[in-house]
Nanobody, 120 residues
Framework: QVQLQESGPGLVKPSQTLSLTCTVS??????????WNWIRQPPGKGLEWMGA???????YYGPSLKSRTSISRDTSKNQFTLQLTSVTPEDTAVYYC????????????WGQGTQVTVSS
């Protein structure tokens, strides 16, 4: 059973960088044919895909946040990390990490989500 767990600060000040880590257990992030994703949901809005890192380390980003988003990984810890720069209150959201197998292109495992509030 694959499990994903988000971690990071729940409060970030405007203009700072938001950093979150997703720790994966029950499966390796280097196993072929999986994409490891970051998704967020602002209050009262739908899910927004932010980006992904593949099992080989390639990264892909959503167009609206591409200039501010960076995803990396630490294979020794089986973790992948999201950084979002220059945050504003509009970046307040629940942030999720999730896995997508290329065989289905559908999310099969999600973290529980972590609330991040951007406020001074």
């Amino acid at each position: 059973q694959v499990q994903l767990q988000e971690s990071g600060p729940g409060l970030v000040k405007p203009s700072q960088t938001l950093s979150l880590t997703c720790t994966v257990s029950g499966g390796s992030i280097t196993t072929n044919y999986y994409y490891w994703n970051w998704i967020r949901q602002p209050p009262g809005k739908g899910l927004e895909w932010m980006g992904a890192i593949t099992s080989s380390g390639s990264t892909y980003y959503g167009p609206s946040l591409k200039s501010r988003t960076s995803i990396s990984r630490d294979t020794s810890k089986n973790q992948f990390t999201l950084q979002l720069t220059s945050v504003t209150p509009e970046d307040t959201a629940v942030y999720y990490c999730a896995r997508v197998p290329v065989s289905t292109w559908s999310y099969d495992y999600w973290g529980q989500g972590t609330q991040v509030t951007v406020s001074s």
